[in-house]
Protein backbone atom coordinates (compact mmCIF):
# COMPACT_ATOMS: atom_id res chain seq x y z
CA UNK A 1 0.00 0.00 0.00
CA UNK A 2 1.77 3.35 -1.02
CA UNK A 3 2.36 6.21 1.68
CA UNK A 4 0.19 9.10 1.65
CA UNK A 5 1.90 12.29 2.29
CA UNK A 6 0.38 13.85 5.22
CA UNK A 7 -1.52 17.60 4.68
CA UNK A 8 1.01 19.26 6.80
CA UNK A 9 3.75 17.84 4.66
CA UNK A 10 2.57 19.27 1.93
CA UNK A 11 4.70 22.87 1.41
CA UNK A 12 2.87 25.50 -1.25
CA UNK A 13 5.61 26.58 -3.02
CA UNK A 14 3.82 30.18 -3.32
CA UNK A 15 4.54 30.48 0.87
CA UNK A 16 8.19 31.38 0.01
CA UNK A 17 7.46 33.62 -2.24
CA UNK A 18 4.81 35.57 -0.43
CA UNK A 19 6.76 35.34 2.62
CA UNK A 20 9.94 36.69 0.58
CA UNK A 21 7.48 39.44 -1.06
CA UNK A 22 6.31 40.87 2.86
CA UNK A 23 9.50 40.52 4.39
CA UNK A 24 11.10 42.70 1.03
CA UNK A 25 8.00 44.85 1.63
CA UNK A 26 8.62 45.52 5.32
CA UNK A 27 12.24 46.35 4.80
CA UNK A 28 11.18 48.42 1.75
CA UNK A 29 8.48 50.32 4.30
CA UNK A 30 11.43 50.76 6.91
CA UNK A 31 13.76 52.17 4.57
CA UNK A 32 10.72 54.83 3.45
CA UNK A 33 10.30 55.45 7.44
CA UNK A 34 14.01 55.82 8.03
CA UNK A 35 14.68 58.46 5.59
CA UNK A 36 11.53 60.31 6.78
CA UNK A 37 12.64 60.66 9.99
CA UNK A 38 16.13 61.47 8.73
CA UNK A 39 14.27 64.21 6.78
CA UNK A 40 12.08 64.86 9.95
CA UNK A 41 15.51 65.80 12.39
CA UNK A 42 17.15 67.46 9.62
CA UNK A 43 13.93 70.11 9.48
CA UNK A 44 13.45 70.46 13.33
CA UNK A 45 17.32 70.82 14.11
CA UNK A 46 17.00 73.39 10.98
CA UNK A 47 13.94 75.06 12.06
CA UNK A 48 15.90 75.25 15.84
CA UNK A 49 19.03 76.73 14.56
CA UNK A 50 17.12 79.52 12.75
CA UNK A 51 15.11 80.52 15.65
CA UNK A 52 18.57 80.53 18.23
CA UNK A 53 19.99 83.07 15.50
CA UNK A 54 17.12 84.94 15.49
CA UNK A 55 16.97 85.33 19.35
CA UNK A 56 20.48 86.29 19.24
CA UNK A 57 20.40 88.72 16.47
CA UNK A 58 17.72 90.32 18.62
CA UNK A 59 18.34 90.03 21.88
CA UNK A 60 21.95 89.93 22.49
CA UNK A 61 22.27 93.49 21.11
CA UNK A 62 20.00 95.15 23.79
CA UNK A 63 20.76 92.93 26.52
CA UNK A 64 24.36 92.74 26.48
CA UNK A 65 25.56 96.68 27.51
CA UNK A 66 28.38 96.30 25.96
CA UNK A 67 30.26 98.68 23.04
CA UNK A 68 31.24 96.40 20.21
CA UNK A 69 33.55 99.12 19.05
CA UNK A 70 35.15 99.18 22.67
CA UNK A 71 39.32 98.85 21.93
CA UNK A 72 41.25 97.26 24.20
CA UNK A 73 44.99 96.54 23.45
CA UNK A 74 46.12 94.64 26.29
CA UNK A 75 43.67 92.13 25.34
CA UNK A 76 44.00 91.70 21.84
CA UNK A 77 44.02 88.60 19.77
CA UNK A 78 43.09 86.28 23.06
CA UNK A 79 42.00 82.55 22.26
CA UNK A 80 38.34 81.29 23.11
CA UNK A 81 37.59 81.10 26.58
CA UNK A 82 34.62 81.54 29.23
CA UNK A 83 35.54 85.30 29.40
CA UNK A 84 35.52 85.44 25.67
CA UNK A 85 33.57 82.61 24.00
CA UNK A 86 34.83 83.90 20.68
CA UNK A 87 38.27 84.88 21.41
CA UNK A 88 39.42 88.52 20.54
CA UNK A 89 40.14 90.23 17.43
CA UNK A 90 43.59 92.09 16.72
CA UNK A 91 42.49 95.31 18.88
CA UNK A 92 41.06 93.32 22.01
CA UNK A 93 37.37 93.52 20.80
CA UNK A 94 35.20 90.50 21.76
CA UNK A 95 34.56 88.35 18.62
CA UNK A 96 31.58 86.91 19.87
CA UNK A 97 29.86 90.52 20.09
CA UNK A 98 31.08 91.55 17.09
CA UNK A 99 29.95 88.42 14.94
CA UNK A 100 26.29 89.08 16.44
CA UNK A 101 26.56 92.61 15.44
CA UNK A 102 27.91 91.51 12.11
CA UNK A 103 25.93 88.62 11.37
CA UNK A 104 22.61 91.27 12.54
CA UNK A 105 23.81 93.31 9.28
CA UNK A 106 23.89 91.08 7.28
CA UNK A 107 21.14 88.96 7.88
CA UNK A 108 19.15 92.63 7.17
CA UNK A 109 21.06 93.04 3.64
CA UNK A 110 19.95 89.58 2.92
CA UNK A 111 16.06 89.79 4.23
CA UNK A 112 15.58 93.35 2.26
CA UNK A 113 17.67 91.89 -0.44
CA UNK A 114 16.01 88.90 -1.42
CA UNK A 115 12.13 90.81 -0.53
CA UNK A 116 13.02 93.66 -3.10
CA UNK A 117 14.49 90.82 -5.35
CA UNK A 118 11.37 88.58 -5.21
CA UNK A 119 8.92 91.36 -5.57
CA UNK A 120 10.52 92.71 -8.80
CA UNK A 121 11.01 89.47 -10.21
CA UNK A 122 7.63 88.14 -9.63
CA UNK A 123 6.34 91.43 -11.03
CA UNK A 124 8.02 90.58 -14.58
CA UNK A 125 7.43 87.01 -14.69
CA UNK A 126 3.84 87.08 -13.99
CA UNK A 127 3.87 90.51 -16.29
CA UNK A 128 5.46 88.38 -19.33
CA UNK A 129 3.43 84.63 -18.60
CA UNK A 130 -0.05 86.35 -18.40
CA UNK A 131 0.62 88.32 -21.64
CA UNK A 132 2.43 86.33 -23.78
CA UNK A 133 3.26 86.96 -27.24
CA UNK A 134 5.72 89.98 -27.93
CA UNK A 135 5.56 91.08 -24.35
CA UNK A 136 6.88 88.27 -23.56
CA UNK A 137 9.68 87.42 -25.98
CA UNK A 138 11.00 91.27 -24.89
CA UNK A 139 11.47 90.78 -21.28
CA UNK A 140 12.85 87.12 -21.30
CA UNK A 141 15.44 88.79 -23.70
CA UNK A 142 16.12 91.57 -21.39
CA UNK A 143 16.30 88.61 -18.47
CA UNK A 144 18.84 86.37 -20.90
CA UNK A 145 20.76 89.58 -21.43
CA UNK A 146 21.17 90.66 -17.58
CA UNK A 147 21.83 86.83 -17.03
CA UNK A 148 24.57 87.08 -19.51
CA UNK A 149 26.19 89.74 -17.18
CA UNK A 150 28.12 87.34 -14.16
CA UNK A 151 26.02 88.92 -10.96
CA UNK A 152 29.43 89.64 -8.95
CA UNK A 153 30.54 91.88 -11.66
CA UNK A 154 27.44 93.60 -12.15
CA UNK A 155 26.54 93.89 -8.08
CA UNK A 156 30.73 95.69 -8.30
CA UNK A 157 29.41 97.90 -10.60
CA UNK A 158 26.44 99.12 -9.17
CA UNK A 159 28.12 99.16 -5.59
CA UNK A 160 31.28 101.71 -7.08
CA UNK A 161 28.51 103.84 -8.10
CA UNK A 162 27.53 105.02 -3.93
CA UNK A 163 29.39 105.59 -1.13
CA UNK A 164 29.79 102.59 0.83
CA UNK A 165 26.83 101.78 2.84
CA UNK A 166 23.74 99.48 3.48
CA UNK A 167 21.52 100.38 1.16
CA UNK A 168 23.77 100.69 -1.60
CA UNK A 169 24.70 96.92 -0.73
CA UNK A 170 21.09 96.44 -0.59
CA UNK A 171 20.48 97.81 -3.89
CA UNK A 172 22.99 95.90 -5.98
CA UNK A 173 22.18 92.84 -4.43
CA UNK A 174 18.61 93.53 -5.50
CA UNK A 175 19.07 94.80 -8.99
CA UNK A 176 21.06 91.25 -9.66
CA UNK A 177 18.85 88.66 -8.03
CA UNK A 178 15.33 89.42 -9.28
CA UNK A 179 16.09 87.11 -12.92
CA UNK A 180 16.03 83.73 -11.67
CA UNK A 181 12.34 84.64 -9.87
CA UNK A 182 11.47 85.69 -12.70
CA UNK A 183 12.06 82.66 -14.76
CA UNK A 184 10.27 80.82 -11.59
CA UNK A 185 7.36 83.09 -11.65
CA UNK A 186 7.05 82.88 -15.61
CA UNK A 187 7.36 79.08 -16.00
CA UNK A 188 4.65 78.73 -13.34
CA UNK A 189 2.30 81.52 -14.59
CA UNK A 190 2.50 79.26 -18.18
CA UNK A 191 1.53 75.93 -16.14
CA UNK A 192 -1.19 77.82 -14.92
CA UNK A 193 -2.18 79.12 -18.06
CA UNK A 194 -3.33 75.54 -19.60
CA UNK A 195 -5.80 74.84 -16.21
CA UNK A 196 -9.19 74.43 -17.49
CA UNK A 197 -10.41 76.84 -14.74
CA UNK A 198 -8.94 79.47 -16.31
CA UNK A 199 -10.31 78.90 -19.49
CA UNK A 200 -13.87 79.05 -18.29
CA UNK A 201 -12.87 81.66 -16.15
CA UNK A 202 -12.27 83.66 -19.35
CA UNK A 203 -15.31 82.41 -21.73
CA UNK A 204 -17.37 83.74 -18.79
CA UNK A 205 -16.64 87.45 -19.45
CA UNK A 206 -13.27 87.87 -16.91
CA UNK A 207 -10.50 90.32 -17.96
CA UNK A 208 -7.02 89.00 -18.33
CA UNK A 209 -6.19 91.62 -15.62
CA UNK A 210 -8.63 90.02 -13.04
CA UNK A 211 -7.85 86.39 -13.97
CA UNK A 212 -4.12 87.55 -13.35
CA UNK A 213 -5.04 89.71 -9.35
CA UNK A 214 -7.25 86.54 -8.89
CA UNK A 215 -5.89 83.64 -10.24
CA UNK A 216 -2.67 83.45 -11.30
CA UNK A 217 -0.36 85.35 -8.61
CA UNK A 218 -1.59 83.53 -5.71
CA UNK A 219 -1.00 80.77 -7.72
CA UNK A 220 2.97 81.69 -8.23
CA UNK A 221 2.75 83.07 -4.32
CA UNK A 222 4.45 79.72 -2.90
CA UNK A 223 7.41 79.51 -5.56
CA UNK A 224 8.06 83.04 -5.36
CA UNK A 225 7.76 82.27 -1.35
CA UNK A 226 10.51 79.48 -1.94
CA UNK A 227 12.17 81.62 -4.41
CA UNK A 228 12.89 84.67 -1.60
CA UNK A 229 13.88 82.13 1.31
CA UNK A 230 16.34 80.65 -0.79
CA UNK A 231 17.57 83.71 -1.88
CA UNK A 232 18.42 85.13 1.71
CA UNK A 233 21.45 83.27 2.25
CA UNK A 234 22.84 84.13 -1.22
CA UNK A 235 22.27 87.62 -0.65
CA UNK A 236 24.47 87.39 2.64
CA UNK A 237 27.10 85.56 0.73
CA UNK A 238 27.24 88.82 -2.06
CA UNK A 239 27.12 91.24 0.60
CA UNK A 240 30.04 89.38 2.35
CA UNK A 241 31.96 88.72 -0.89
CA UNK A 242 32.02 92.95 -1.74
CA UNK A 243 32.87 93.82 2.18
CA UNK A 244 35.47 91.16 1.87
CA UNK A 245 36.51 93.10 -1.33
CA UNK A 246 36.25 96.69 0.23
CA UNK A 247 33.59 97.67 -1.81
CA UNK A 248 30.69 97.17 0.64
CA UNK A 249 30.04 98.33 4.16
CA UNK A 250 32.59 100.47 5.35
CA UNK A 251 35.75 98.87 7.25
CA UNK A 252 34.52 99.98 10.92
CA UNK A 253 30.82 98.44 10.51
CA UNK A 254 30.56 94.90 11.87
CA UNK A 255 29.16 92.74 9.06
CA UNK A 256 30.70 89.05 8.40
CA UNK A 257 32.55 89.80 5.30
CA UNK A 258 34.17 93.13 7.15
CA UNK A 259 35.64 90.72 10.12
CA UNK A 260 36.91 87.95 7.39
CA UNK A 261 38.74 90.90 5.43
CA UNK A 262 39.93 92.32 8.70
CA UNK A 263 41.26 88.47 10.20
CA UNK A 264 43.64 87.69 7.06
CA UNK A 265 46.57 88.65 8.61
CA UNK A 266 45.84 87.39 11.99
CA UNK A 267 45.05 83.78 9.77
CA UNK A 268 48.58 83.86 8.89
CA UNK A 269 50.25 84.90 11.63
CA UNK A 270 48.78 81.48 13.45
CA UNK A 271 45.30 83.11 15.01
CA UNK A 272 42.44 81.26 13.66
CA UNK A 273 39.43 82.14 15.26
CA UNK A 274 38.95 85.57 14.23
CA UNK A 275 38.47 83.75 10.87
CA UNK A 276 36.64 80.44 11.56
CA UNK A 277 33.60 81.90 13.73
CA UNK A 278 32.37 84.24 10.94
CA UNK A 279 32.70 82.02 8.70
CA UNK A 280 30.66 79.78 10.52
CA UNK A 281 28.34 82.55 11.01
CA UNK A 282 28.41 82.07 7.18
CA UNK A 283 27.70 78.53 6.43
CA UNK A 284 25.51 77.61 9.26
CA UNK A 285 22.35 79.78 8.38
CA UNK A 286 22.91 78.18 5.08
CA UNK A 287 22.22 74.72 5.46
CA UNK A 288 19.53 75.55 8.13
CA UNK A 289 17.83 77.93 5.38
CA UNK A 290 18.33 75.21 3.04
CA UNK A 291 17.19 72.40 5.17
CA UNK A 292 13.87 74.22 5.47
CA UNK A 293 13.44 75.37 2.03
CA UNK A 294 13.69 71.39 1.15
CA UNK A 295 10.97 70.31 3.43
CA UNK A 296 8.87 73.72 1.83
CA UNK A 297 9.76 72.33 -1.47
CA UNK A 298 9.16 69.26 -0.90
CA UNK A 299 5.12 70.21 0.56
CA UNK A 300 5.12 72.21 -2.76
CA UNK A 301 5.76 69.00 -5.35
CA UNK A 302 3.84 66.15 -3.36
CA UNK A 303 4.92 63.62 -6.18
CA UNK A 304 8.79 64.33 -5.38
CA UNK A 305 8.21 63.85 -1.68
CA UNK A 306 6.49 60.55 -2.11
CA UNK A 307 9.34 59.74 -4.83
CA UNK A 308 11.45 60.63 -1.61
CA UNK A 309 10.07 58.86 0.86
CA UNK A 310 10.92 55.32 -0.77
Known amino acids: MADTAHPTDVTDPTDATDTTGATGARLWRSHGRDRSSTRNLRVRTSAVIVVLIALAVLLVPPLVQLDQQAVDLSAKLLPPSWAHPFGTDDVGRDLLLRCVYGLRVSLLVGLVAALVATVLGTAVGALAGALGGWPDRCLMRVVDALSSIPHLLLGIFIVAMFRPGVWPVVVSVALTHWLSTARIVRAEVLSLRSRPYLDAALSGGASRWRVTVRHLVPGVLPQAGLAAVLMVPHAMWHESALSFLGLGLPAHQASLGNLVQTARGSL ?3 DWWPTLFPGLLLIVPTLAIAG ?19
Open 292 to 310: LAGAWRERLNPRRRSELSL
Open 268 to 270: LAG
